[in-house]
């Protein structure tokens, strides 16, 4: 099933416009809000590649990802239950670092285990609470939580200030001397709310965008 957006598009970008001249600017500069949504069938596969796709370019990422998922598919494909049937060699064979490894390891045991939740479960769960949950994950922080409310769960109101991108073109939009803190960002954005995941998608955009 195709994942949808916790809110409607047109409004929080309707909402955005209203909200802030220099945003309302920016997202017409960049134009219509396209964002579609990562289709992975659970957290599990959504986590697994955001462990693979940490400090590495897309296209060797995407390499990479595609192996791992070649090893695991005679087992029954991206599932923790797969992970354990296959061997360390085979998983380093594929490309994963050690670090990464282990961190799909964790992933795998804390899914079992009921620390991640399911697809499920986590659409009934607090953007908090998931931040809580996951980032127990070895490898898995903050940032890539944010990532997942974002781009997986179409989660409205995410504001991820530890993402460099989005503190770049905070900066930009405002014509600030000093990088912004993160503080500084959150206080500015309340008046976004409960849209900021839409306003960082049009943050990021801007930094494609020529003026």
């Known amino acids: ?3 949808k957006f916790q809110y409607v598009p047109a409004d929080a970008v309707a909402h955005l416009r209203a909200s802030d001249p220099e945003l309302a600017a920016l ?4 134009g219509p809000f396209t964002l579609e949504l990562h289709q992975a069938r ?7 590649r955001s462990i693979i796709y940490q400090q590495l370019h897309g296209k060797a990422a995407s390499t990479i990802l595609g192996r791992v998922l070649t090893v695991l598919k005679p087992h029954g494909g991206a599932k923790p239950e797969a992970l354990a049937k296959v061997s360390d060699e085979a998983l380093r064979a594929a490309g994963l670092s050690r670090a990464k490894l282990l961190a799909i390891r964790d992933l795998a045991a804390k899914c079992l285990a009921g620390v991640v939740p399911t697809l499920r479960e986590a659409h009934q769960m607090a953007d908090d ?12 922080g903050p940032w890539s939580v944010h990532m997942l409310l974002i781009f997986r769960l179409g989660r409205p109101d995410v504001m991820p200030t530890g993402d ?3 503190r770049l073109a905070f900066k930009q939009l405002y014509k600030k001397r000093r990088d912004p803190k993160p503080e500084a960002i959150l206080k500015h954005t309340r008046h976004w709310q409960p849209y900021r995941s839409v306003a960082s998608w049009y943050l990021w955009r801007s930094l494609d965008t020529v003026n």
């Open 42 to 48: 659970t957290l599990f596969e959504s986590l697994m």
């Open 164 to 166: 460099f991108a989005v």
């Open 129 to 140: 609470e998931l931040v809580a949950r996951l980032t127990e994950v070895r490898g898995i």
């Open 1 to 3: 099933m195709k994942p």
């Open 27 to 30: 997202i017409d500069r960049v």
